[in-house]
């Protein structure tokens, strides 16, 4: 299974990100860029604030930064060696938490939801750079998509109604994570286009 994966991130390196003003010419490069955002979204995704079974995390808003910076393919390849890395047992998870109990507790399908997150916000943000509503469209559409992920298996694995599940794991939740995507939407698109700078110009 790690073998399979680990060819499926290879592949997934090298596709181009249509859409997109990348300029990448160097499959260094491009695997410096994952490298640095799998270490941003390990860095933040610790860090949470416990009010519940379901933390308030930073996770999210590392994950909507990693796909303007890097693309929807490329975001998705940091997203499943972030999992992957947690899964060994490095603390990378909310509350610095990780290993497989992490994935099948209660919040297991929050994480495992950040990778159609990625999915579908990626195919936004690729393919509406530059207009800001339809990218926050498509990170709220993306989020959405987690929310239901991650509350069904925190209603199924906590023994929780659906009622009770949606006002641990959605409803706390809506506030922050729509500024969050606010955020992402204006500061990830300045990054971007500084780090396409930086980088297009030492090629």
């Not at 003003?21 to 416990?50: E, F, R, W, Y």
């Not at 499943?80 to 919040?107: M, R, W």
């Not at 990170?139 to 199924?156: H, P, R």
Request: hydrophobic fraction near 55%; glycine fraction near 10%.
């Amino acid at each position: 299974m790690v073998k399979e994966t680990i060819t499926w991130l290879g592949f997934m390196m090298t596709l181009p990100d249509y859409g997109r003003n990348i300029n990448m010419n160097s499959k260094t490069k491009n695997m410096a860029l994952i490298a640095v955002m799998t270490a941003v979204i390990c860095i933040l995704g610790p860090l949470s604030i416990p009010i519940g079974p379901v933390p308030i995390s930073l996770g999210t808003l590392a994950l909507y930064l990693t796909v303007y910076i890097l693309g929807m393919k490329r975001s998705v390849v940091a997203t499943v060696i972030y999992i992957l890395i947690g899964l060994v047992g490095v603390p990378v998870f909310s509350g610095f938490s990780a290993g497989p109990a992490k994935l099948a507790g209660p919040t297991g399908g929050y994480i495992i939801g950040y990778i159609p997150m990625v999915i579908i916000a990626g195919l936004f943000v690729d393919r509406y750079f530059k207009n800001y509503l339809l990218s926050i469209i498509g990170m709220v559409l993306a989020t959405a998509v987690l929310y239901i992920i991650g509350t069904a298996w925190l209603a199924y694995s906590a023994g929780m109604t659906p009622g009770a599940a949606i006002a641990a794991g959605v409803l706390p939740f809506i506030p922050l994570d729509l500024v969050k995507i606010v955020i992402a939407a204006f500061v990830g698109s300045i990054l971007k286009t500084r780090i396409d700078s930086a980088v297009n110009g030492q090629s």
